[in-house]
Every structure is written in C-alpha cells, then in structure tokens.
C-alpha cells in the first residue's frame, strides 16, 4: 500500500481512495488513538475546519464520527484558512487541530492536513504511527459507549479570533490611504481576509469572494496572478494581494501589475529585517526551488541562505531547529516565526504591507532588490513515482546541465501532493530553457507518462 501522508497531509480525489468517507472515518479514529496514546489524553480535543470544497461537507462528518467514535471531542469552525487552524488549536487549548483542504488543487480533490496542540503540523513519526492504524484498521471501539462517545461544538467567534490574531501581527498598523485589489480564490479565506484588511482601514477591492463548492482556485487566486493583475492596472491600486484556497500562501503584484512572487517578498522582508536588527542568525530559509537570482540578492546584502526539500514543513523544522525567523518557498508558502507556526498568506501580506508604509515606498521599488533569472516548470501527470536515477531521461537531464554549466540549473522531481513530475530549469536565455525543458517533459512522457 502506498503512503496515505504526502509532504502536506492526505490528499486525493475526493470519493476516491484514500479520500473516501469510509477511510476518513478511520483517518478521525487513528488521528485520535495515536494523541491518546501518545499524548495520554484520555479524552481529547480537537478542532476542525475546511475550505469550500462541496466535497467539505461529506468529508467533516466521516472525519468528526470516527473521531466521536473514539471518545474525543470536536470544535467545528466550518470555513476557516488553513493558518487559522494552526492558531485556532492554541488560542482554544486543544490537542489538535485538522483541515479539510487539498489547497490549490482543483475542487474535485479533497485532503486532511492535522497540527499538533502546539499549532506546528505533524512530525513524520506521528503521521506514520497515525497511516499505520489507518490502513491496517487496528482501532477498534466497541468500548466508546454511553458518556464516553464523543460531544461536538460549534465555536461562534473562531472567525474574529483569527482576524484579531491576523491585526495583532502588525501592532496596530494603519493602511489607510493604500487601495489593495484581493482576490480571495473563491477558498477558505473569503470572509476573514477582506475584513482583516479593511479593519486596517485600507481600501479593498475584492475578486473571487463567492465560493459554490466548484470554483475555489478555478482561473483565480494565487495560482492564476493574471486576474489579480489586471484588475490593479484597472483599478489603479497600490498592490494586488492573491491567496490560494486554503490561503495558506499568497502571491502579490506591484502597482504596475508586475508579479512579486514568494522569493521576492522574501528577499524584500529578509533586507528589511537584517536592516532593522531581527533577522536572527543573518539567515533566511528557503527551498531548492528558489530562484538563482534570490541567492544573488542576498549575496549583495550580506544573508545567508540555507536550503531545504520543497514543501514548507521543511522549511519549518529547519527554522525551528536554528532558531530562524523568516523563510518561505518561491510558491508564497511565508513563515515569520514570530508570528506564525505555519505558512500565512494574509499575515505575509500583512509584512509586507508594513514594510511599505514604514518606508513609504511603491512595492515596485522595493521588489527592485531581486532580479530572477528566467525560468520555465513544466508539470508531467504520471502513473507512477520511479527513481529519476532509474530513467532514460537522465541522460537528457544531463545534456540540459551541461549545456547550462554555472549560468543555470536543472531540477526534476516528483510532486509531493500530486502524481506530477516537476521539471524546473533556470538560465539565461527564456527560448533555450524552454526547449530543454519540453523535451525533458516529452522523454518522462514516454516513460512513465499517465
């Protein structure tokens, strides 16, 4: 059997295998055998929210029955960004907390991301104590009987304890005077995010805010920036602020309409800090996915860089390990870890919105601190995950490299999430790379292609 946990929780088709209400049922059993065990809890508490999925529905009562059938108890909190849930756990002293979200993939799919009490999510052992019950259907609970069958809850104001937690980041900050276009991906941060930044007392223009279960993420949101863009141009804004469903990432854009992707806010909040003297250790982490020109910008000022796998829990235990406070991927995943325990898009915005007032200074300007190198990603579906090693198209990847030498580089890996194989390359010349890239795609086709 394949693993259930993938770099960011369970996630799949939603009614399909491994997200199906049968298994979710067990998902909610394990999950809490595991934190008693573990934990010795003898009746724990967890809190559950989801995005706007329509699968969201099915999959919260298959999830809160096996948990209640475990003899814990469930706070709901209905549609709530993933990063509220993270706090969430903290501010409402629970043992757990789960999210129902596959992020920014399409609305068919499905998934369950759990952070421990501490808001930070799973260590790999849990999740692999958690898998191991699930798929051998080891919890049994023919004892939870009578009072000790689980209670649910519905948590009134878990909606403004996260915008209030959401301000707390800036101290107060004024946005007053600034026009910001949000585009809210039809996601889980419909509601919270454009109440954040009008309480600040910007003005907000908002796109995408009318979730119906199918459209979060469809041709809006983070992963299409294009929307978000061109209304700025329109709008004559300051800057365009893009979330993805679970609005656990962001991606902006300049008062131009040019795109700041997650290396460039970044950049823009690592000179910021060193300048002001919080930028601990002189470091800042990130993912082998970053740019080559993000690594020039920080050479320029002095940051050191360290590196991590993709996926953002890498990125997290590095700085948790190191006591580092800012790091992030190219994908707008941005943690401040004085602020959060996870990826936040609108706490990220709101960084970056500071440093603009602070400076009064346009985001183009500032964004002027880092200058990618062209770079191409193709996505391949495959059937399945074979070693690169393994493969014909090594030796393609190969050529490619040295074509490049030290003027670019080649990465080629599987998607954590999905059944994709990732194919990146960075170099001078966009035409060159984009060729070298497409053939690299066309070889993994023919090999392992779905």
């Known amino acids: 059997m394949d693993k259930l946990f993938g770099t960011d929780g369970i996630r799949g088709i939603a009614n399909i295998f491994p997200m199906t209400p049968e298994v979710v049922v067990n998902i909610g059993k394990a999950a809490t055998h595991v934190f008693k065990e573990k934990y010795g809890k003898k009746r724990p508490k967890l809190v559950i929210g989801r995005d706007t999925r329509l699968s969201g529905c099915m999959i919260e009562n298959a999830l809160t029955s096996g948990i209640l059938s475990t003899g814990a108890d469930v706070f709901l909190v209905g549609h709530m960004p993933t990063p509220a849930i993270a706090h969430l756990t903290k501010s409402l002293n629970v043992d757990a907390g789960m999210v129902i979200s596959a992020s920014h993939n399409p609305a068919a799919d499905n998934g369950i991301k759990i952070f421990g009490g501490d808001g930070y999510k799973l260590p790999d052992t849990i999740e692999e104590e958690i898998e191991k019950y699930i798929l051998k259907e080891k919890v049994h609970t023919e004892h939870i009987t009578g009072s000790f069958i689980g209670s649910t809850y519905s948590v009134d104001d878990a909606r403004g304890r996260y915008i209030e937690f959401a301000k707390a980041s800036v101290k107060g900050m004024s946005l007053q005077g600034l026009k910001i276009v949000l585009d809210c991906a039809n996601g889980a941060a419909y509601h919270t995010a454009p109440q954040v930044f009008r309480e600040l007392g910007a003005e907000v223009i908002v796109l995408n805010d009318k979730p119906d279960g199918l459209n979060i993420n469809l041709n809006c949101g983070a992963l299409h920036p294009e929307v ?65 020109g993000f690594d020039i910008a920080m050479d320029k000022k002095h940051i050191r860089v360290v590196k991590t796998k993709v996926g953002d829990r890498y990125v997290i235990d590095e700085m948790r390990k190191k006591g580092y406070v800012l790091g992030g991927e190219q994908s707008g995943h941005i943690i401040f870890s004085n602020h959060t325990t996870t990826g936040d898009g609108i706490i990220s915005a709101l960084q970056l919105l500071g440093i603009m007032q602070e400076k009064g200074e346009k985001l183009s300007k500032l964004a002027a601190c880092m200058e990618s190198l062209p770079q191409v990603l193709v996505n391949v579906k495959v059937k399945e995950k074979r070693d690169i090693d393994t493969l014909e198209v090594k030796k393609d990847i190969r050529k490619a490299e040295e ?15 999905e059944n994709l194989c990732r194919i990146m390359i960075e170099g001078e010349q966009k035409k060159e790379i984009q060729k070298m890239a497409h053939e690299i795609a066309r070889c993994i086709k023919n090999e392992i292609g779905v």
Do not use: P, Q, W
């Not at 997650?262 to 082998?288: E, P, Q, R, S, W």
């Not at 074509?403 to 999430?417: C, D, H, I, M, N």
């Open 403 to 417: 074509r490049l030498g030290k003027k670019g580089r080649v990465l080629v890996r599987y998607s954590g999430t």
């Open 228 to 292: 978000m863009m061109g209304a700025v141009k329109k709008e004559k804004a300051d800057i365009g602020i893009a979330l993805d469903g679970d609005a656990d990432r962001v991606i902006v854009c300049d008062e131009k309409g040019n795109n700041v992707d997650g290396d460039h806010i970044i950049a823009i909040c690592a000179i910021y800090l060193k300048a002001k003297g919080f930028l601990k250790k002189n470091c800042v982490v990130t993912t082998i996915m970053a740019n080559k």
